[in-house]
């Protein structure tokens, strides 16, 4: 298995995703024999599973990366539960995979979230 990630920068487009997310997940490929491979030209990519910021997908990029017969698995992270709107509209439907992680406000307290195996969740 192979995985291709695109995440040019610094600056990178969200500065949370790179450590917290693409980083670990590279390791856990390297531990686990998975190859990645690290792109800097999106719109030259062909027939890969392609791990990117849903903020790179601007118009016409989905398509484009769909003609090339790629997989595209999109994080989407900010501060609310809405989609990016740097995506389309139309061509969200064609993204294969997308992780939303919505931010966590800064509040003075805060409560631990568990979520059991059936999705019963409760607070601490």
Not at 1 to 12: I, Q, S
Not at 38 to 58: G, P, Q, R
Request: charge should be negative.
């Amino acid at each position: 298995m192979k995985l291709t990630f695109y995440d040019p920068g610094p600056p990178f487009k969200n500065d949370y995703l790179t450590p917290m997310y693409f980083d670990q997940l590279k390791a856990y490929c390297g531990d686990n024999n998975i190859t990645v491979v690290d792109i800097t030209d999106l719109m030259t990519v062909k027939n890969e599973v392609i791990l990117l910021n849903a903020h790179w997908l601007e118009a016409g990029v989905i398509t484009r990366l769909k003609e090339n017969g790629n997989t595209i698995i999109s994080f989407d992270i900010n501060d609310n539960s809405v989609f990016t709107s740097v995506v389309p509209f139309d061509e969200i439907n064609h993204i294969d995979l997308i992780f939303k992680i919505a931010g966590i406000q800064k509040t003075d307290t805060s409560y631990e979230v568990h979520i059991d195996d059936d999705f019963n969740f409760g607070r601490e």
